[in-house]
């Protein structure tokens, strides 16, 4: 086995298959082998899908030694988050509710990947229905950040299998969902890349939602040109998810390695660094000076819009209404099932009258248009993606604890999904005690190409990608 396979991205893997240095049967067997060694300690996958992804691997393997190579997702292997259809297999959301729930065909993102010639290692593991920022699931089991083999700290959520897999090398890269944080959350917290795109961009076709308004499919990577791939293959409009965006997608992986001198950063006074680690917001700030020694203009700005936000989430938000709606049959007649942590909130949303629920989407509709005509003349808002490095599980699963830590780990990145955003998390440093912080650029809507640009330009010039989790402590 290719000694270049322990922690490489996906470019550096689809370049051995490229010219037949290592097979995608390799590959394959090299990720599942890992996954049978440290994954029972880690937890991060529900489901592996052995016998479907070594048959993929071999038909990718005869098509490219047949002359038939379809790009750089050709035999890959790749994780994909628990609510996301793969015919004939579970779709459990993360919930005993839905344990015998079997897809009929595959998700719009799952098809488009296995056009690319990706395959599936195995449905990972997710907070229950999505609904919450910590990564805890009390029916599966939480996913261990790989990061400390000694503490069982929180991964994120709610793409929590999704970012520990990647992070511990159990897959090159992973899907995810964010419908106020839950590609980024774990992003930062397991020292990753996790995009989370314009509402829109990417189909939610074949996915179980959670706010149908805000759901997005993104990657979870460890570099910021991997990121650039799969948002390349997954996005573009699709018949079945009418609020597909209509257009064709730029090509972000031709303007990855453009120039970033003159290009707009701001961090707003406002909003985001409320209760954030000293050590935190020390890495946010020294990564804006490294954008300003790239030729960034890097400045300071207020934004009344932030808080308007604040103010509105004051009142709520329509995830918790739009997900008391969606399962309100299961909570009234199966509530014993739920995780409870996740039917506390959902039952909130019953509180909220129609014609609240419908002035407070109103609020956040205006509060979106003011936002993006204040963000015209900016390239992106640069902030801490959460205010803190990975807690420990056993501080943070407590009924005292829970919703403080909880509402923390959302806040900063929910404000970009409510405001109709774009944004991105990737690392920015470590703290004393070896845990990844995590820098969130914010950009406006349909500028995912920017925001790559930049972050690709900062992972550059920057140590973090080197820098792994000792997972064989795992073992």
């Known amino acids: ?9 996906l470019h550096q893997l689809a370049a051995l298959i490229q ?11 090299y990720y599942l082998e890992r996954i049978a060694r440290y994954d029972q300690r880690l937890n991060s996958y529900l489901c592996v899908l052995a016998e479907r992804a070594l048959a993929a691997a071999r038909a990718a393997e005869t098509a490219i030694t047949g002359g038939h190579y379809l790009g750089p997702l050709h035999g890959i292997p790749l994780g994909i988050k628990d609510l996301i259809d793969l015919a004939g297999h579970p779709t459990t959301g993360g919930s005993i509710l839905f344990k ?13 990947l ?36 000694f503490i069982h700290r929180i991964p994120g959520g709610s793409s929590s299998g999704s970012g520990v897999c990647v992070a ?16 980024r959350i774990p992003a930062s917290f397991c020292g990753l890349v996790g995009l989370k795109t314009t509402f829109g961009r990417i189909s939610n076709a074949g996915v179980l939602p959670l706010d149908s308004t805000l759901d997005s499919i993104g990657p979870l990577t ?21 609020d597909t965006w209509n257009q064709p997608c730029e090509d972000v992986m031709e303007e990855l390695d453009g120039e970033v001198d003159g290009m707009r950063l701001c961090l707003p006074r406002e909003y985001f660094w409320k209760d954030v680690d000293p050590e935190v917001e020390a890495a946010v700030k020294q990564a804006a000076r490294t954008f300003a020694d790239l030729g960034v203009r890097v400045d300071e700005i207020s934004l009344k819009e932030l808080d308007e936000l604040a103010q509105l989430r ?51 509709a205006q509060l979106r248009r003011r936002t993006h005509r204040s963000l015209q003349q900016v390239d992106a808002l640069l902030t801490p993606t959460t205010p803190f490095a990975a807690l420990p599980v056993g501080e943070v699963d407590r009924e005292d ?16 999904n409510l405001l109709g955003l774009c944004a991105l998390s990737l690392p920015c440093g470590f703290t004393r005690s070896g845990l990844p912080i995590g820098l969130q650029l914010i950009g406006r809507p349909w500028t995912e190409a920017r925001l790559l640009r930049l972050a690709h330009a900062y992972e550059q010039a920057t140590p973090w990608l080197k820098q792994h989790p000792r997972v064989e402590l795992f073992s």
């Open 100 to 112: 015998n729930r079997v897809a009929q065909e595959d998700a719009t993102v799952a098809r488009r």
């Open 401 to 416: 604890t829970y919703t403080r830590v909880n509402g923390l780990c959302l806040r900063n990145t929910t404000a970009a």
């Open 114 to 149: 296995a056009q690319a010639g990706a395959l599936f290692l195995g449905k990972t593991q997710m907070v229950e229905f999505a609904f919450g920022g910590v990564g805890i699931n009390h029916h599966y089991g939480t996913p261990w950040n790989p990061w400390d083999s």
């Open 1 to 9: 086995m290719s000694p270049d396979l322990e922690f490489a991205t």
């Open 314 to 364: 004051s009142r709520g938000t329509p995830i918790a209404v739009e997900a008391y709606a969606r399962f309100r049959e299961h909570l009234e007649h199966r509530l014993d099932q739920f995780d409870p942590i996740v039917s506390a909130r959902m039952l909130d949303g019953r509180r909220m009258s129609a014609p609240d629920y419908f002035e407070l989407q109103r609020a956040y």
């Open 19 to 29: 010219k037949r240095a290592l097979s995608p049967v390799e590959l394959t067997t």
């Open 168 to 183: 511990a090398d159990l897959a090159p890269a992973a899907l995810g969902s964010d419908t106020g944080g839950s590609v």
């Open 222 to 242: 460890r570099s910021v040109r991997d990121a650039a791939l799969l948002f390349q293959v997954l996005a573009g409009p699709d018949p079945a998810d009418p």
